[in-house]
Nanobody, 124 residues
Framework: QVQLVESGGGLVQAGGSLRLSCAAS????????MGWFRQAPGKEREFVGA????????KYADSVKGRFTVSRDNAKNTVYLQMNSLKPEDTAVYYC?????????????????WGQGTQVTVSS
């Protein structure tokens, strides 16, 4: 059974940085895409970024391009979301997700497994 566990959320001032981690278990993820999504109160869940586990190709939402970086550590079976230059509008619950495919897609409905989420709050 696939399990995704996020960690690293918290409270940070605008302009600061945070790194989220997603520990993945239960499968060999070499043929998966790992995605990060976020959901702010009263808003729909939105795509943040994704990485193809094999090869490391990435895709980002325009709103975070140049500020956020998705990476993975094969040895630790962990995916990271490095968030720099944070803005108050980045405040949300951040979710890690896994997709049984190598196609980089930003639509949440195509992801098969989800973590429980971690709160990120950016103060102004």
């Amino acid at each position: 059974q696939v399990q995704l566990v996020e960690s690293g959320g918290g409270l940070v001032q605008a302009g600061g940085s945070l790194r989220l981690s997603c520990a993945a278990s239960g499968r060999t993820f070499s043929s998966y895409v790992m995605g990060w999504f976020r959901q702010a109160p009263g808003k729909e869940r939105e795509f943040v970024g994704a990485i193809r586990w094999s090869g490391g190709s990435t895709k980002y939402a325009d709103s975070v391009k140049g500020r956020f970086t998705v990476s993975r550590d094969n040895a630790k079976n962990t995916v990271y979301l490095q968030m720099n230059s944070l803005k108050p509008e980045d405040t949300a619950v951040y979710y890690c997700a896994a997709r049984r495919s190598t196609l980089l897609i930003g639509e949440s409905r195509w992801y098969d497994y989800w973590g429980q989420g971690t709160q990120v709050t950016v103060s102004s």
